[in-house]
RNA sequence: GCUGAUGUGGCUCAAUGGCAGAGCAUCUCACUCGUAAUGAGAAGGUUGUGGGUUCGAUUCCCACCAUCAGCUCCA
């Protein structure tokens, strides 16, 4: 995917931000030319274009987008040369004050003392700026621009604040680039996984659940699947798996402090005069199982892996197909260690990830979450676990990001994000440092020295959400699953009616050697048939006819259109495991 | 939650202040066919829900629900 961002024919990113910050200033000039009452927010260039907030009276629809465009190639056709001044602070306010710009006025007053303050002007429209610029409008292609959406964002990022109009951009240096960036957006939409999980049948979503997934029978088996491998990989690394349940007593969400830091977000109800709540989280049920018995020193590292449904409500604006949900399952696991065993524990686990991203082909960016406001524990072991998660992937020679305060509230995590075919990235994989649960769970093992100590742990997901994930791999491979994953890997074609009875043998002996076959008995043409297992996207069709059943063969195309030809049933079914081998784990 | 848009048979989409239409899918019949759509026929809709305006509303207005784009949030 990341290949398909870099067309671009810009020189280098630098220039290509440039370009772009000058295209949200001829932006902002056309829409002052068309409605003088807009107010300007902020108008940055973006990774892919750039945007302006204004404050309208109005709502901008797709038409005055058209218009403001018209007008922007106008102003390139103008060739307005870019100037840049600088203005002390009482005179900067004054400029921005007579022109009507409040927005402009309450940024300039948040500068810090002694700040260069700048503007840039161009004809008759001049923006507070630091730039830099183009030289000129005429250095703009107008016609390889194009106004994209419109939408609504806050001030300042604050939702207590104004809501602004947002109007975004994109522009190159040459025509068929915008048209070659359109064709690709489109392209990403024919991926998206609420389509394809429609035309796949692999989930539906209901006004009567709203977040909360249905998988139908295709989908359940490709969940059933991605579960099936995530046991196996686990087992290797040494985890044994429990579940816990779906609703506990308000005093264990006390003692855990989700009713403090996490109850607005919790389901929650009343059984027989006790205040329950579904779990948002399996942490707590967690901590129950390892307090239900006493451990020793020689336990630990202790993997404790659980495939648990949590529920939380998320905002209804939040929602997003998988990718958002209220109800969904995470592939959790807890691991009780001791101190010296962190940095240990952390590294076999980014082993594990690395080893599941790559059988899917997904790459990821790191992000380390540090303290956030509401957080339980000192500001001491915050930064010492910090610290460890840090080492831990520095010695492993991977980089990360800083993600300021943004951590859960009992401690500091590593968050893998995997980009969707849209090049947005979706939080998946988490490992969060904990010694705080630990501490209110009372948690002990007895050491060496036969003293009681208390364990730390880690929180951690792979997937991630499964549904999620789900979501994630459907776009990635276009709804074309490898042959391991693929809800149905096999699909028998009989030619003509003749050869159904045939085609059902096949089938049951690719069934009883654990292959996921289906056959498409109805009677209609063989080229139809094909047409639509491919549109299915089913790995493997066989069409088996008149010759085949003299020869006792079956006739091989794959989903690409290749055709291997007419081969044994040994032949393809050694074929087919092959596959489906070479992609799963031994 | 906020701003804007959208909501018509299972799916994709038309149309109109005056009997709601097409393609695909479904069902029936014929065809028995070798690598991306055989033909004919039938059936299928209180136009998201609830109010209002009107002689008449699917269309106009209001509220709610859901979805979409984004913002905010996201353990």
Known sequence: MSEENNQYTFENETYRKTYWHTCSHVMAQAVKRLWPEVKLAIGPSIDEGWYYDMDAPFAFTPEHLEQIEAEMRKICKEKLKLERFELPRPEALQLMEEKGEPFKVELINDLPEGEVISFYKQGEFTDLCAGPHLDSTGRIKGNALKLTACNAAYWRGDSNRETLQRIYGIAFPKKDELDAYLARIEE????????????????MLRDEGPGFPFFLPKGMTLKNTLLDYWRKVHKKYGYVEISTPIMLNRQLWERSGHWDHYKNNMYTTVIDDVDFAVKPMNCPGGMLVYASEPHSYRDLPLRVGEIGLVHRHELSGALHGLFRVRCFNQDDAHVFMTREQMQDVIQETVRLFDEVYSVFGLSYTIELSTMPEDHIGTVEEWER????????????GKEFVINEGDGAFYGPKLDFHLADSLGRTWQCGTIQLDSQLP??????????????????????????S???????????????????????????????DRAAEYAAKVSAQLDAQGFRVEVDSRNEKIGKKIREATLEKVPFMLVVGDRDMENGTVSVRRRSGEDLGAMSLEDFAALLGDEVKTMAIK
């Open 188 to 203: 990403a939409k024919k991926r998206d996984h609420r389509r394809l999980g429609k035309e796949l049948g692999l989930f």
């Open 385 to 396: 676990n910090q610290d460890i998660l840090k080492q831990a992937i520095t010695a492993m």
């Open 439 to 464: 501490e209110r769970f009372e948690l002990e093992y007895t050491g060496e020295d036969g003293q009681k100590h208390r364990p730390v742990m880690i929180h951690r997901v792979v997937l991630g």
């Open 466 to 496: 499964i549904e999620r994930f789900i979501g994630v791999i459907t776009e990635h491979f276009a709804g074309a699953f490898p042959a391991w994953l693929a809800p149905v890997q096999v699909k028998l074609l009989p030619v003509t």
